[in-house]
């Protein structure tokens, strides 16, 4: 966990990682070492799920939802749901009104969720290889890369972090890898693998 740890405390590149990173390399050397001694042709993979990028912005969009939550009288739990991550917004509507039409009209023409992210339709799943968007939410928002919505319901720090994941792979993001130092062809499952930051192989 020492990998991601650092990336979101110290950002990609930083000092901070890479020392991080070297004291890695070197633990691993010695389980590597250690298995071939046990059995000369024993396969190991080494894998990386996600990629980590540096955060350029944080938004605060639970105080942009809230304003104009208050302004239509809609209410969260009521007619509406949401949930925020660090780099997603899924929305759930309970009920058909009016004001909750405006209410979404308003999240969509938003200014921090029109220029700093996009909301997802099925032709962009389908892309990331993600569930259509009803399998998910009633309406989803991703951030572009770089930006993080802080606070969110997993951290109340509203500076945000100076590294991030979780970022779409249209925004030609960092990705996840698998080194081995076995076949090509015994690898082969990996190519299938639906992660979304999951898209280089190394052998």
Not at 146 to 166: E, R
Not at 178 to 194: E, G, M, T
Request: net charge negative; hydrophobic share 40%; glycine share 8%.
């Amino acid at each position: 966990g020492a990998p991601d740890e650092y990336g979101h405390r110290f950002g990609p590149h930083s000092s901070g990682l890479i020392t991080k990173l070297g004291d890695i390399d070197k633990e691993l050397e010695k389980f590597y070492l250690s298995c071939r001694n046990v059995d000369p042709d024993v396969t190991l993979c080494f894998l990386g799920d996600h990629g980590m990028e540096a955060v350029t912005k944080a938004i605060d969009l639970q105080k942009e939802i809230t304003k104009i939550a208050f302004n239509l009288k809609v209410i969260e739990g009521v007619d509406f749901g949401v949930f925020l991550d660090s780099t997603s917004v899924r929305f759930w509507f309970y009920k058909k009104s009016a004001s909750l039409s405006s209410f979404i009209a308003e999240i969509k023409n938003n200014y921090l969720f029109c220029n700093f992210g996009r909301f997802l339709d099925d032709e962009l799943c389908g892309f990331e290889n993600l569930p259509p968007v009803n399998e998910i939410a009633d309406l989803i928002w991703w951030a572009a890369k770089g930006i993080q919505v802080a606070p969110d319901y997993f951290d109340d720090d509203p500076k945000g972090k100076l590294g991030m994941h979780g970022y779409l792979k249209a925004d030609d993001i960092s990705s996840g890898f698998v080194i081995s130092n076995s076949s090509q062809n015994d690898l082969a499952y990996f190519k299938d693998c639906r992660c979304n930051e999951l898209s280089e192989i190394l052998f």
